[in-house]
């Protein structure tokens, strides 16, 4: 179960964010009310939510995820991949230290983003992407280890993020799409096939048995109901055009 999660209200400066999308630049306005639904579906799921302020400086401080893991027993905060995004780091290193969460943090030549990171129970799952290395990735092997957690390593092909492609729903239930469908490692949990058409909704959020998907992806949406999850459906469009999801605005523990 999770009671809290932290967010950060997207800057002005948000429209000139990392993009690979192709779908435009976003609009602000309409992002600044989707992060107000989403602030209000994380609290319909019963978490009290951490909001931070937003930061001219940093166009995609927005996707907070990336800059911080949060574990049971620590919170470990990341070396973004992204030059642009290092300075992300040190406001969320205050906010958990304002929580009096134990604060550890991966050093270069490390880079993470925990976008790359998928919690099962207390293994960690940790794609290998073009922001997160291999020495990121075994730094934080090793400060899991020293919790009594573990982490496993996944080379990813196309994808920005792991969680680009794979949500974890708990109950052994992966919602996967593309390369994740047949990759070995996932092969022991129960797949939701997400439909190419859809590839964008398998980034959803699993939040105490309810499931944050993104509005307009009915077929991924009805195959997450069938196996039972209440959904909360919230518009992440302008996000989109950043390449974020759903689970890239906030941090949940
Ligand atoms: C970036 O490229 O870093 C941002 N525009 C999007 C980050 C999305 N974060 C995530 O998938 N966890």
């Known amino acids: 179960m999770f009671t809290t999660a932290m967010v950060k209200i997207p800057c002005k400066n948000l429209v000139n964010g990392i993009s690979n999308a192709n779908l435009g630049k976003p609009d602000y306005s309409l992002a600044l009310a989707q992060h107000t639904r989403y602030r209000e579906a994380l609290e319909a799921c019963g978490l009290e939510v951490v909001v931070l302020a937003a930061d001219e400086n940093y166009p995609d401080s927005t996707f907070i995820e990336d800059t911080c893991l949060v574990t049971p027993h620590c919170a470990i905060i990341t070396n973004p991949g992204a030059e642009t995004r290092r300075g992300e780091i040190s406001s969320v290193k205050k906010a958990m230290e304002a929580l009096g969460l134990t604060v550890e943090a991966i050093q270069a030549p490390g880079t993470l ?41 996944v080379p990813l092909t196309t994808v920005l993020h792991l969680k680009t492609g794979i949500s974890y729903l708990e109950n052994n239930t992966l919602l996967a799409a593309g390369e994740f469908l047949n990759k070995p490692e996932f092969q022991s949990f129960t797949l939701l096939p997400v439909d190419e058409r859809e590839a964008y909704a398998a980034n959803c959020v699993w939040i105490n048995d309810r499931v944050l998907v993104p509005m307009g992806f009915p ?35």
């Open 219 to 253: 077929e991924t949406k009805h195959l997450i109901e069938e196996k039972g999850y209440t959904t909360i459906e919230v518009d992440a469009s302008e996000f989109r055009k950043l390449d974020g999801g759903l689970s890239c605005l906030s941090l949940r523990f």
């Open 113 to 153: 983003d925990a976008g790359d990171i998928m919690m099962v129970g207390s293994h960690f799952l940790v794609g290998l992407s073009l922001r997160t290395n291999k020495n990121g990735f075994e730094q934080l092997s090793s400060l899991l280890r020293k919790y009594g957690m573990t982490a496993a390593a």
